[in-house]
């Protein structure tokens, strides 16, 4: 089986989201992706948050003085 040239190419990485950065030049499909990546990463801290308020209140509750 042939080997298709174009697998051989290094494949172009995604976009590294930098906050500020120049948009003009980017297309409207990779906007879209960069606002599901960037909702992905609020949602992925949220979580984080709730697991650390989580890990405050046991520590909270377990070292409470009387």
Do not use: N
Not at 37 to 65: G, Q
Request: charged fraction near 30%; glycine fraction near 2%.
């Amino acid at each position: 089986m042939a080997i298709d040239p174009e697998e051989l190419l290094p494949r172009p990485s995604p976009r590294e989201i930098v906050l500020g950065q120049d948009l003009s030049t980017w297309s409207e499909h990779e906007l879209v992706a960069r606002i599901a990546s960037l909702e992905a990463e609020i949602a992925r801290c949220r979580d984080a948050i709730v697991a650390r308020k989580a890990t405050r209140e046991a520590a909270s509750a377990v070292f409470k003085t009387r």
